[in-house]
């Protein structure tokens, strides 16, 4: 069995890091883990949060992952794509994984810009998961329709693959409409940077979505075998085989109380039954299994050295 590529989740570790001036702990936990043999790091984003992010009551152990409605509204979010930028500087081969980019919250040209200036910036290292987020608070306070937000992120999708193709681009629509748009430079690849799709469900349109853009998959849970049928009829019908997209699983981290750390070994388990349903990259958040801000290398080691013998 092959070693699979191991991805860093560099979001929501406040429990090490509080997301302020100790921001430059994040950009040295990628070095450490491009060294420690990490094939990614991941971060996500919020722009802002609202009531509504806690509606559901905060999680239990804030080492868990941030849910719709699971989190202090307090929680920090810095600028996901500045991070990944600095990031980018410090590394070489590191890929750079832009999770839940909330697209309909910006304009298509500009986040365009954004996200092919930093494509050109990593060498073709980007891969952005660009979704419509969960906070209709956010929505609010942006001033952008929560309801049109599906229609929205189609729109970014289709404008931003004709701004990859020759200048000028125009496009006409309810929600975006330009003439004659010059857009350069492009990203570091002629189709522009890798996307990935996912989240909760096999809905129809993020499988539509996926099979018309995407080239890889990061599900939300575990995915079951009637929704990994579904994806992979579809794509066979756009005349694509589901082996081209990069299948993203996770690790599964069960916290023993509110006030400790997860087991690393347990929460490693499932990654061979995933790997023999084609999942080849793994999601692992340090902080659900260490405290130590400064222990993120050996940990990255560690996590390694555990793979390794569970894949041999």
């Known amino acids: 069995m092959t070693t699979p590529r191991m991805q860093l989740v560099l979001s929501e570790n406040w429990t090490m890091t509080g997301g302020r001036a100790d921001l430059p702990a994040v950009i040295r936990w990628a070095r450490e883990a491009e060294d420690a043999g990490f094939d990614s790091v991941m971060i996500s984003e919020h722009i802002v949060l609202g009531p509504d992010a806690g509606a559901g009551g905060v999680m239990g152990n804030p080492r868990d992952y941030a849910l719709p409605g699971n989190q202090d509204p307090h929680t920090p979010w810095p600028n996901s794509l500045m991070l990944l930028s600095a990031i980018a500087a410090v590394t070489e081969r590191l890929r750079l994984a832009a999770s839940a980019v909330i697209a309909p919250l910006r304009h298509p040209l500009l986040l365009a810009r954004e996200l092919g200036t930093l494509d050109l910036l990593s060498e073709g ?79 129809d349109a993020m499988v539509r979505r996926i099979v018309r853009y995407g080239h890889a998959f990061n599900p939300l849970g575990k995915v079951t075998p009637e929704d990994m049928q579904t994806l992979k009829t579809a794509m066979a019908a756009a005349g694509r085989d589901i082996s081209d997209l990069e299948m993203i699983g996770s690790t599964r981290a069960v916290f023993p109380d509110d006030n400790s750390c997860a087991d690393l070994a347990q929460a490693l388990e499932p990654i061979p039954e995933q790997m023999d349903q084609g999942f080849t990259t793994f999601c692992v958040k340090p902080s659900q299994f260490t405290d130590d801000p400064n222990g993120v290398g050996a940990f990255c080691r560690e996590v390694m050295r555990r793979v390794e013998s569970l894949t041999a």
């Open 125 to 203: 290292r980007l891969i952005v998961l660009p979704n419509v987020s969960w906070s209709r608070d956010e929505y609010a306070a942006l001033g952008v329709p929560f309801s049109r937000r599906g229609k929205l992120l189609d729109e970014h999708l289709e404008i931003w693959a004709k701004l990859w193709g020759p200048s000028p681009v125009s496009h006409t629509s309810e929600y975006y409409t330009f003439q004659d748009v010059y857009f350069e430079p492009k990203a570091h690849r002629p189709d522009g940077p890798r996307l990935c799709f996912g989240g909760a469900g096999m809905h």
